[in-house]
């Protein structure tokens, strides 16, 4: 697509419950980052891939936090048994190369979480 | 790890200059400069690779120096359209992680 699309925008979740976010970056992109914003601040890095490969993972809050791509394009962050200090924006951003070196990162419009 | 930015906020009028600063404690390969709008997502403004390299856009350009592994983003007779929230972001030398940093609110009045 032209764009990074990010599914579903708008998330509400009871507290426990698991939910499922969807990236799909552009197509033939081999980086794709997760990131997580909270209100008023700036994304923070959970994980990165490089095509199918999950590169670095440090900054998954806990191991409720799952990521995958499995065939190197759309990408899928879980969150199990979700708490409310996960309400947050989570942004996909991709790019063509690992380094990009004239275009920065393609984000997409991000998923809005809320637990209740 | 996160890279510091300055100011937290800025309030200007319309026409007038600001200059955001950028710092981190880790080496490092390239500084990017994005902007976010209130709800939307960050937009890619401009990446520099090499040590003192300053680039433009528009109105807007940025110098970056290795050395002190700080980036400074220039805005010239600043435009109603410049508001929102400056982000620096820093690619480690592998790669494999990108910061943001702190975030400068940037908000421009008539």
């Known amino acids: 697509g032209a764009g990074v699309s990010q599914s579903p925008r708008y998330k509400v979740a009871k507290r426990g419950q698991d939910v499922a976010l969807r990236c799909d970056p552009i197509?033939?992109?081999?980086?794709l980052f997760w990131y997580q914003q909270a209100l008023g601040q700036g994304p923070e890095f959970l994980t990165y891939?490089?095509?199918?490969?999950?590169?670095?993972k440090s900054g998954l809050p806990s191991d409720r936090f799952f990521a995958e791509r499995p065939e190197g394009s759309v990408s899928t962050l879980k969150i199990q048994r979700t708490q409310q200090e996960d309400s947050a924006v989570y942004l996909c951003?991709?790019?063509?190369?690992?380094?990009?070196?004239?275009?920065?990162?393609?984000f997409g419009s991000g998923t809005r979480l809320t637990v209740v | 790890q996160q890279p510091v930015q300055s100011p937290q906020a800025v309030i200007l009028r319309e026409g007038e200059d600001a200059v955001i600063n950028c710092s981190s404690s880790k080496a490092l390969y390239s500084v990017h400069w994005y902007r976010q709008k209130h709800g939307e997502a960050p937009v890619f403004l401009m990446i520099?690779?090499?040590?003192?390299e300053q680039k433009g856009h528009e109105k807007i350009s940025a110098s970056f120096n290795e050395k002190k592994q700080q980036s400074s983003l220039y805005l010239t007779a600043s435009q109603l359209s410049y508001s929102g929230t400056y982000f620096c972001?820093?690619?480690?030398?592998?790669?494999?992680?990108?910061?943001f940093g702190t975030g400068t609110s940037l908000t421009v009045i008539p």
């Open positions: 197509s033939g992109h081999v980086s």
């Open positions: 891939f490089q095509n199918e490969a999950q590169l670095d």
């Open positions: 972001g820093m690619t480690s030398n592998t790669g494999n992680q990108f910061y």
């Open positions: 520099l690779l090499k040590g003192g």
């Open positions: 951003a991709s790019s063509l190369v690992g380094r990009p070196t004239q275009h920065g990162y393609t």
